[in-house]
């Protein structure tokens, strides 16, 4: 775990401290939070950041290793000491879903789902990059308030995005909306691709 730990801040272009505090704790402390779950290939990729994945080979031995990059057919992985490039489906031979990533949440994000009825620069962020992404703007643009107006594009994506449709902005739908309008310096599995066809 520590070594995939390493990896994947090399990743963020970050130093891991190994004797001192976890290394979720220490990603906090640079802007960014863990988050674990379990997802089929696709919707993985379609978060767009490296993660920590659990292999578990034929003899049952498992290994963590980071989920580094994907061009479409081939995905690269960091393992201690060697990196390897592999077919997405024999890498889905051995993996069972459970993965691991950082990510950058959008400024001043409360750490619950941002819901209808709530206020702050966080509903600011997320109408402004609806917009961008729908490519129009979601009026009022210069409101700060989660209205119906924005929860019915908040839906919207969700269902296009084969996300849960329940109009709160969780993590999962905060990811999946920074993915998507990009963010300088994060870094990403692949270059180029529709995340509406792979979600």
């Known amino acids: 775990t520590q070594e995939a730990f390493a990896a994947l801040f090399d990743a963020w272009r970050l130093p891991l401290t190994r004797n001192g505090p976890s290394a979720c704790e220490q990603a906090s402390a640079s802007g960014l939070r863990c988050y674990a779950d379990s997802s089929a290939f696709l919707p993985l990729v379609s978060l767009d950041r490296p993660a920590i994945v ?99 594009q908040v839906r919207a994506y969700q269902a296009s995005r084969r996300l849960k449709v329940d109009g709160l902005v969780g993590e999962r739908t905060q990811m999946m909306i920074n993915a998507e309008v990009g963010q300088p310096g994060v870094p990403k599995l692949r270059d180029t691709v529709d995340a509406a066809t792979l979600a």
């Open 54 to 152: 659990n292999l578990v080979l034929d003899n049952g031995v498992e290994h963590q290793v980071v989920l580094r990059g994907w061009d479409g057919s081939k995905v690269s992985l960091s393992a201690p000491s060697t990196d390897i490039s592999v077919a997405a489906g024999e890498f889905s031979r051995f993996w069972y879903g459970e993965f691991l990533l950082l990510w950058q949440p959008p400024p001043s994000s409360p750490t619950s789902a941002m819901a209808p009825g709530m206020r702050g620069p966080a509903v600011l962020w997320l109408r402004r990059c609806l917009a961008s992404i729908v490519g129009a703007p979601i009026p009022p643009m210069d409101s700060d308030r989660y209205d119906n107006g924005l929860e019915t």
